[in-house]
């Protein structure tokens, strides 16, 4: 090319090398693009992490603690490596499920505190090296003890799988507050230390305003103080999602704070402006299975089953969802599919929804909806006397429990009682609305039902599969009323299928 150049009149030259400069540009360009596109539409690397519990006293850590630094490492392997993450806290009895798979990655963490330090210490297996001819060979990786920002570097440095992204917001600098971090991360799913969390959470932003972690935890703290207290829902959602956006600008590509965005938009009843979100953050990590649960979330309360059930799809292909369901899939209960949605109901320990009193909760609807009412009761008694239990499901549960004790006056008194305090109030999760129309559907009180159906859907529960198909509304199907409802309910929906089309998760 600098021989053609010599050769050319001057006049001449100036065009060729504006033309060897635009295509040196786009080649460049090209180049960026299919790296970029690489990136997003490679398959991800698939792991199963293995965080400990019960506690091993040598850790020098508590059960919550432990539970906070593994999500803590997921979402190293998440933001860091597009990992997609199945969290265990044993490692299951058989490693049949991992035989010869070349993008599956065994990780199982020993982690210690030793002072203000921090141990990450792993053994791992890829899944490539799992035959079926005698038992594998684990490889260990050891570190000495070192401040926390500098012992999830060295972690995430020996992790065999690529990592291109950028880790350092996760992790405060200074170690105290790292540790204090640990402890309210810990507390988060404890009613009686709520507040005391919170506390913690804000001193942490203030020690540490370029760490994105200490800003989603505080997010995460005020959702659940607004979802134990909703009189505070306008104050403390403004407030989540504040912290939740600031924890995003920190770490842009941050799968965890998205999802929480998604879900506090949902449960407001903005599904559009959910799956925007959601669907955006998507696209940077095409592989994370907690986006595809926010999906399937917001999409099922906007009546979208099949966009909520290829979500759900997706995700489940990307996880192993019989070691840990990822969610109670309340989308298949519509759509039919009790022995997926009763399969989504087992315990996992140390998980959120052990402990929120939403599994009980759920088995208990399930007893109704398919008519076993001793199974109900049982399952909302449980659920109405768990120590950390959601109050709302807490007094919903009892409400249940009531009805099918055929205490109806008491329960018609609970039930008004708990309506009041709502009315007035920006409703938190319209599908919870919903759960008291079906409650004064069995007492038998149509117009406090019908009213409160109408509320349910005024607070963002669109699912028409769902209304049609309640066993608890059918006493409400006969009036005038609820034709005109439908009529809107089913208007509203066209409208979201229009604008959210089950494609738009294709390519991903």
Known sequence: ????????????????????????????????????????????????????????????????????????????LELGGGCAVTAV????ATLGPFQNQAKTLLIQLEPRREGLNLTLNFRFLRGADIRGNGAPTWSRREFPALPPQEAFRRFLDAVPA???????????????????????????????????????????????????STWLLLGNLRYRTMLNQPRLFREERTEAEADLNRALALAPSYPRPAFLLGLIQSDSGNHREALELLIRARRAQPGNPTLLTGIAYAARGAGLLPLSRKAMDLRDALVWKDLQPQAVDITCLYTGEMSRFEASLQERPGHLTSTSGVLPFYRGYAGLVKGDRELAQREFRTAAHMANAYPNIQRLSEIYTLILEAQAKEAWAKLREYDQERIGMWEPDGELTLRLAEAYALLGDRASAMEM?????????????????????????????????????????KLMEARFPVELLDGN
């Open 1 to 76: 090319m600098v021989w053609m150049l010599t050769r050319l009149a001057p006049s001449r030259r100036p065009v060729v090398l504006l033309w060897v400069a635009l295509m040196a540009l786009l080649l460049s360009g090209g180049a960026l693009a299919w790296r970029v596109a690489g990136h997003r539409f490679r398959k991800p690397v698939r792991v199963l992490l293995v965080a400990p519990l019960p506690v091993n006293p040598a850790s020098g850590l508590d059960a919550g603690e432990l539970r906070a630094l593994g999500a803590m490492v997921q979402d190293h």
């Open 453 to 493: 159906v109408g509320r349910a859907f005024a607070r963002g529960f669109g699912c028409t599969d769902w209304y049609e198909r309640s066993p608890m509304l059918s006493p409400l199907r006969v009036l005038p009323k609820w034709h005109a409802f439908m009529q809107h309910v089913r208007e509203r929906q």
């Open 89 to 92: 806290t044993e490692l299951p």
């Open 162 to 212: 690529p990592m291109e992204g950028t880790t350092d917001a996760l992790v405060p600098k200074n170690p105290t507050v790292f540790w204090a971090l640990n402890r309210a991360s810990a507390w988060r799913l404890q009613n009686t230390h709520l507040e005391e969390a919170v506390s913690m959470a804000e001193k942490a932003v203030q020690s540490e305003p370029t760490c994105a």
